[in-house]
């Protein structure tokens, strides 16, 4: 499976963005996928999961009511709709694939990741 994650930029605080992640492959909707963000200093941050089996998703925390994770199996893409942004979203934001990951929140349990696209959030 290979990941090209889109739409990342400049946007002021309180606007939305959405993150697009293409991917290859003719299993996609078997794949759980997920989006993590990554600051300096940081490790990976867990953002949100998507099972489309299940018809589960998941969300951190810090972004929940916020941020909404889509997709669509027929365009093998997922989305990262942003909304409500702060400062503290600013990040590179990775697209990150799997089978079945144990913990779906755990970064080092996906196989397959994307390059990563910036999101600078600002006044």
């Known amino acids: 499976v290979q990941l090209q994650a889109s739409g990342g930029g400049l946007v002021q605080i309180g606007g939305s963005l959405r993150l697009s992640c293409a991917a290859s492959?003719?299993?996609?909707?078997?794949?759980?996928m997920a989006w993590f963000r990554r600051t300096p200093g940081k490790d990976r941050e867990f953002v949100a999961a998507?099972?489309?089996?299940?018809?589960?998703?998941y969300y951190a925390d810090p972004v929940k009511g916020r941020f909404i994770i889509s997709r669509d199996n027929a365009g093998n893409t997922v989305y990262l709709q942003m909304n409500s942004l702060k400062s503290e979203d600013t990040a590179v934001y990775y697209c990150?694939?799997?089978?079945?990951?144990?913990?779906?929140?755990?970064?080092?349990?996906?196989?397959?990741w994307g390059q990563g696209t910036l999101v600078t959030v600002s006044s």
């Open positions: 492959g003719r299993t996609f909707s078997e794949y759980f």
């Open positions: 990150a694939a799997d089978m079945s990951p144990a913990w779906v929140r755990k970064s080092s349990l996906y196989k397959y």
């Open positions: 998507d099972n489309y089996i299940r018809n589960n998703t």
